[in-house]
């Protein structure tokens, strides 16, 4: 019994003597190497705790961020003009029509004949007009003119050369067959001073029975910068005049031009006798 005592004396001294030469340090305490974070109840950054390291060299560096170098301070964005400026905006251009809605192209209407002065006279020769004014330049017979139209005055301008004195613009009134019926017009008028031309001659760019046809060649006529006239008789028929002139080659001159604008003209004396 003493034996066993003994050995088992022994045996728990073994026991403590291996025990105490054994670091159980790792085994029995926290695990230092471990990084511990804990949290701040007073709203700081958490804590964070290492254990010691023999070599510091080693040791994971912890990098602290300030908030002011972790935000780069960006440009403002620029306004809406400097990303997509006036030049280079896209604007949508509307939707091309089909040819199912296109728009239809608005038929040119001539002049209506209604609108067209026309002087009905009897059958005969109309030698004689009225000199109202002559001008050196065109826009001041076509005020001239403007002028006397307000006043109910019907006139119209004639281009003439004149030589050494070059072109001039009358303005005359009128057609008469006798030097009575223009003096009779001058005291119906009131025009004072005036004076009754013999113009024997003129242009004559056709003669019509049809309305339409005329209204066609008068604007024609027109657009030839000449100011053209229509005497017309009871029988249906239409004359048209450009000019009053007092010669035959004051005539010749004016169909001249008109027929470089593409114009019939023949130079005549100023009648309402049918030339056929």
Same mark, same amino acid.
């Given at each position: 019994?003493?034996?066993?005592?003994?050995?088992?004396c022994?045996?728990?001294?073994?026991?403590?003597v291996?025990?105490?030469?054994?670091d159980?340090g790792?085994?029995?305490?926290?695990d230092?190497?471990?990084t511990?974070v804990?949290?701040?109840?007073t709203?700081?950054?958490p804590a964070?705790?290492?254990?010691?390291?023999?070599?510091?060299?080693?040791?994971p560096?912890?990098?602290?961020?300030?908030p002011? $170098?972790?935000?780069?301070?960006?440009p403002?964005?620029?306004?809406?003009d400097?990303?997509?400026p006036?030049?280079?905006?896209?604007v949508?251009a509307?939707?091309?029509?089909?040819?199912?809605?296109? $728009?239809?192209?608005?038929?040119?209407?001539?002049p209506s004949?209604?609108?067209?002065?026309?002087?009905?006279?009897p059958?005969?020769?109309?030698?004689f007009?009225i000199?109202?004014?002559?001008?050196?330049?065109k826009?001041a017979a $076509?005020?001239?003119?403007?002028?006397?139209?307000k006043?109910g005055?019907?006139?119209?301008?004639?281009?003439?050369?004149?030589g050494?004195?070059?072109i001039?613009?009358r303005?005359?009134?009128?057609?008469?067959?006798?030097?009575? $019926?223009?003096q009779?017009?001058?005291?119906?008028?009131?025009?004072?001073?005036?004076?009754?031309?013999?113009?024997?001659?003129?242009?004559?760019?056709?003669?019509?029975?049809?309305?339409?046809?005329?209204?066609g060649?008068?604007r024609?006529?027109?657009?030839?910068?000449?100011?053209?006239?229509?005497?017309?008789?009871t029988?249906?028929d239409?004359?048209?005049?450009?000019?009053?002139?007092?010669?035959?080659?004051g005539?010749?001159d004016?169909?001249?031009?008109?027929?470089?604008?593409?114009?019939?003209?023949?130079?005549?004396?100023?009648?309402?006798?049918?030339?056929?």
């Amino acid at each position: 019994m003493k034996k066993f005592i003994a050995t088992f004396c022994l045996l728990i001294c073994a026991v403590v003597v291996l025990l105490a030469s054994i670091d159980l340090g790792p085994y029995l305490a926290p695990d230092k190497a471990a990084t511990k974070v804990t949290e701040s109840t007073t709203g700081q950054e958490p804590a964070v705790a290492t254990k010691d390291i023999k070599n510091p060299e080693q040791a994971p560096q912890l990098q602290q961020i300030q908030p002011e $170098e972790s935000m780069q301070t960006l440009p403002p964005a620029p306004p809406v003009d400097e990303i997509f400026p006036e030049q280079e905006r896209v604007v949508m251009a509307p939707p091309k029509k089909t040819a199912a809605v296109a $728009e239809e192209k608005i038929p040119e209407i001539p002049p209506s004949p209604i609108e067209l002065e026309v002087t009905v006279l009897p059958v005969g020769d109309y030698p004689f007009s009225i000199l109202l004014a002559t001008f050196q330049e065109k826009d001041a017979a $076509e005020r001239g003119l403007s002028l006397y139209r307000k006043q109910g005055i019907s006139a119209y301008w004639v281009k003439v050369h004149l030589g050494e004195m070059g072109i001039r613009y009358r303005l005359f009134t009128g057609t008469f067959s006798t030097m009575p $019926e223009a003096q009779q017009y001058l005291k119906q008028s009131a025009l004072v001073d005036k004076l009754i031309k013999p113009t024997y001659y003129a242009a004559r760019v056709g003669v019509f029975t049809d309305k339409t046809e005329l209204a066609g060649a008068y604007r024609k006529t027109r657009q030839a910068d000449v100011i053209p006239y229509i005497l017309g008789t009871t029988k249906g028929d239409y004359y048209l005049y450009v000019g009053a002139f007092y010669t035959y080659v004051g005539a010749i001159d004016q169909c001249r031009e008109l027929a470089a604008a593409g114009l019939t003209c023949e130079p005549v004396k100023r009648s309402t006798v049918p030339p056929y």
